[in-house]
């Protein structure tokens, strides 16, 4: 039986109120010692390497033997499992790398019924995805983005092929400009709509009442000025904090285990020296540190925390290797490494309850504006974690 999207809602709604610490904490707040205190974190807190691995990465929630805990776990796969979308049975040439080709022929048979579509690309930047609409599914396609040089990056590249998509450059916001009359058009589609701008594409297409919407969201962690209640069942008075928006963004599946080892290396690296940093020098401040430069947590401690202060604090007088050494490897520190990784595999599992949150209260929106709206589950969550689709269609034409 298929769960009802106003309770399944409420469901999660109330789950997070109760649940909702495990996903918000500051990490400031832990660097001063005002880490959240609670049984599942103090449990985690004891696995060893293999088996917070075998918790986090591998998705085994039954390490944790809490009945609490285990009937949760239970909840929140009912609650963010959504009906899924049967992939095709033959793969069509795309342009984009990897991940944007799985999603293009994953998307086939939601697209299939819709060939022939005078359709909108909100966010579709060089037009790959228009491209893959107007080749495979004969649609007439306007790309509305707001970034003028990737614009005309694809007029550019979309001429080479003979295309007829065509391209606007214009900022779509919560406040829908006049001049943004599209009723004409038959589709709006959104890949992967980041923060903010899946909402205002969801306005802007209940204004103009366009007949079929589908929109992928992306990026909760980007959403400004609490625009995350947009139905009349969101309690408003529920604030969703920086972190629990980024929580609610990571990968909600399993991953290989050798890239959450490099994770704990980052946290392992990046911790201890805002940790020695805020002891040291009572600075208590996060820096972007790049964590994609794999090279720099292959160093020392001590050889990441000199090229760290020679970059971000260059003022600052360099302590000596062994000094780092045995602050690296304090009780003190160990435990905090500890509970950092513990917190985080917990706030993995419940974050995505925040994910659905926020897309059902977008659909229950489209549907309180003369949409019948549904959830799916299109594409494969271990190539794209943003695997769920809005699709609404109007049923007061």
């Known amino acids: 039986m298929i769960m009802q999207l106003e309770q399944r809602f409420i469901e999660i709604q109330n789950l997070l109120t109760i649940y909702f610490p495990l996903i918000s904490q500051w990490d400031e707040d832990v660097l001063k010692g005002k880490g959240l205190v609670h049984p599942w974190i103090d449990k985690v807190s004891t696995f060893s390497e293999d088996e917070l691995l075998e918790f986090d990465a591998k998705r085994n929630h ?25 992939p095709p049975k033959e793969e069509v040439t795309t342009l984009g790398n990897v991940k944007k080709r799985h999603e293009l022929n994953r998307l086939n048979s939601t697209l299939a019924p819709l060939s022939g579509s005078s359709t909108l690309d909100f966010g579709g930047g060089v037009g790959n995805l228009a491209h893959h609409l107007e080749k495979n599914y004969n649609m007439n396609v306007l790309v509305i983005d707001s970034n003028p040089e990737l614009i005309d990056l694809g007029k550019k590249k979309l001429s080479k092929l003979n ?22 058009k038959d589709l709006a ?7 903010n701008f899946a909402n205002n594409m969801l306005r802007t297409c209940v204004k103009n ?13 980007k959403v400004l000025d609490d625009d995350y209640h947009l139905s009349s069942l969101a309690d408003k008075s529920i604030k969703f904090n920086r972190r629990a928006l980024a929580i609610s963004t990571l990968g909600f599946s399993q991953v290989p285990t050798e890239l959450v080892r490099y994770r704990y290396q980052i946290i392992d690296y990046k911790y201890s020296f805002y940790h020695w940093n805020y002891r040291a020098h009572n600075i208590l401040e996060f820096k972007p540190m790049g964590n994609s430069r794999r090279r720099l947590y292959g160093k020392t401690f001590s050889d990441f925390v000199s090229t760290t202060l020679n970059k971000y604090y260059p003022q600052l007088s360099k302590p000596k290797p062994d000094e780092l050494d045995i602050f690296y490897r304090s009780q003190e520190n160990i435990e905090l490494l500890k509970y950092l990784k513990s917190y985080y595999a917990i706030a ?19 549907e309180e504006n003369g949409y019948q709206a549904s959830i799916l589950e299109v594409f494969d969550p271990t190539i794209s974690p943003r695997n769920k689709l809005i699709s609404a269609v109007r049923i007061d034409k």
Request: hydrophobic fraction near 40%.
């Open 62 to 86: 039954k390490l944790l033997d809490n009945p609490e805990w285990l009937e949760l776990v239970d909840k929140i796969k009912k609650l963010t499992s959504f009906k899924c979308v049967e």
């Open 163 to 184: 295309s007829s998509v065509t391209f606007k450059s214009i900022e779509i916001t919560n406040k829908i400009p006049n001049e943004l009359v599209y009723a004409s």
């Open 189 to 195: 589609i959104g890949l992967h709509t980041c923060g």
């Open 209 to 221: 009442k366009i007949p079929t919407i589908l929109n992928f969201g992306c990026c909760y962690s």
């Open 348 to 366: 993995r599992y419940i974050g995505e309850l925040l994910e659905a949150y926020i897309l059902c209260d977008r659909a229950l929106y489209l």
